[in-house]
């Protein structure tokens, strides 16, 4: 070959290769970089925790970044346990049987993390993600920037039964959160109002506690409530709580005493952004308790008012009926609870940051049974009217009748009840049915 020709060849290739270089290099600078995926430490506060903590870091450890553990004098394999998945342990033992402060430790493992946001976690609880880790990051990373706090579903469970189910803030953007009070700590979040994010849930074991363990953890509870009124008599979720924790010991009076006390600060918790609806059913429960019917309307009307969409409200209104046999009432409560039910189900973020007692199977069965009850009562007084009427009637119309109760029983999907298609047999099982729901009520 000649010397021009492999001149004119070489010329090509480079041309080539400078033609696929610059084409590389368009094709590079075009490439949207990707956002850079937010880090999570997961914040936790703990003292001999070694029979619920390995379930708990199993849960939370291929979801974050780090795990920061504030023990506070464990003596038990807690620490030793916590160190095998990783986490950075930080020892601040505490003087005396019980924990002092617990936002004292809670901003301490906020302090030591590390990451772009927080999740706090306890040892009784237990991580669970709808979606992968990868996925979660990916919703974090869309968050409007002027957003610091998720509010995420939690279940309350005992033995092995869910008891009540809301949504709690759990996840944070560092350097925009730290907790207040010494017992029902809360977090205090910078910006604008928590968003509420499904792709994730946590399940708390706490309360599945031997007698033993219940007696010292009320003591516990109830003597740093009343530290925290000694020390801000003003400290209106202090009285709150003590409203819950007194009511759910059936100490009914009390609990009155500090809900009622607790009211009257409603203008400035709602100025704290910080009023807990919750304390209308927790204070109507109680004044059905000691069988105060009208002091129990009283708080029923305010809830309804207040909450007019409430699950727990849709729920006491039901109750309220049938204590009272007030069947347009009961008709109106379990009517739209069955419907907020369906609702909540489908959107848990509906329920805000707001306990919710009642979200549970056993509610939605008590309120379809009362409202099936009542319509049963109905359907019998029909049913006697048409005994009443038939005699005036003509056969014609008498076996007209009776075909169309066969067909609307077929249709309904109880062919078997063509049996009853006689007026006085079915009047006969409403009856039957309808006393046996009395029966139950009654109990």
Request: charged share 30%; hydrophobic share 35%.
């Given at each position: ?19 696929r ?100 976690i ?40 869910t ?35 499904d ?13 033993e ?33 007194y ?36 204070i109507?429960?109680c004044?059905?308790?000691m ?47 069955i ?10 973020t ?43 009637t003509n ?30 047999s ?18």
């Open positions: 070959m000649s010397k021009n020709k492999q001149k004119v060849i070489a010329n090509r290739k480079r041309k080539t290769n400078k033609k270089i610059k084409k590389a290099v368009n094709l590079h600078n075009n490439i949207v970089q990707l956002p850079k995926q937010p880090t999570i430490s997961a914040c936790m506060m703990v003292k001999n925790e070694e029979k619920n903590i390995d379930r708990c870091l199993k849960s939370v450890k291929d979801n974050v970044d780090e795990i920061i553990i504030i023990d506070t004098g464990s003596t038990d394999n807690t620490v030793k346990v916590c160190e095998s998945y990783g986490a950075k342990v930080f020892n601040y033992p505490f003087e005396g049987e019980i924990i002092d402060d617990f936002s004292k430790y809670r901003n301490l493992s906020i302090q030591h993390a590390s990451s772009d946001w927080l999740m706090i306890d040892a009784d609880e237990e991580l669970f993600m709808k979606t992968n880790s990868h996925g979660f990051r990916k919703s974090l990373a869309n968050i409007p920037s002027q957003i610091h706090g998720l509010a995420i579903l939690f279940e309350d469970v005992q033995k092995d039964q008891m009540l189910k809301f949504n709690s803030s759990r996840i944070f953007r560092k350097g925009k959160i730290h907790y207040e009070g010494i017992v029902h700590n809360q977090p205090i979040v910078e910006g604008v109002k928590t968003l509420v994010v792709d994730i849930f946590i399940r708390h074991y706490g309360y599945d506690l031997t007698p363990q219940s007696k010292r953890k009320r003591q516990r509870t109830e003597s740093l409530l009343k530290k925290r009124i000694e020390i801000n008599p003003d400290d209106h979720l202090a009285y709150f709580y003590l409203a819950q924790h009511a759910l010991y059936n100490e009914n009076e009390k609990a009155i005493e500090y809900g009622e006390k607790y009211i009257k600060q409603k203008n400035q918790a709602t100025q704290d952004n910080q009023f807990m609806f919750d304390i209308y059913y927790c109507f429960h004044y059905v308790a069988e105060n019917a009208e002091k129990a309307n009283e708080w029923l009307n305010m809830g309804l008012k207040a909450l007019p969409n409430d699950l727990d409200m849709a729920m006491a209104l039901t109750e309220y009926g049938v204590w009272q046999r007030r069947a347009d009432l009961t008709i109106l409560g379990s009517k739209r609870f419907e907020l039910y369906e609702q909540y189900e489908k959107d848990p509906l329920k805000g940051s707001k306990f919710i007692f009642t979200q549970v199977p056993e509610a939605l069965g008590f309120c379809h049974f009362h409202y099936l009850l009542i319509q049963l009562h109905d359907l019998k007084r029909v049913f006697n009217e048409i005994k009443n009427n038939l005699p005036k056969p014609k119309f008498k076996n007209g009748l009776t075909n169309d109760l066969t067909s609307l029983f077929n249709r309904m999907g109880f062919p078997e009840m063509k049996q009853y298609v006689i007026p006085e079915i009047i006969k099982t409403v009856q039957s049915i309808e006393d046996i729901g009395l029966k139950i009520i009654r109990k």
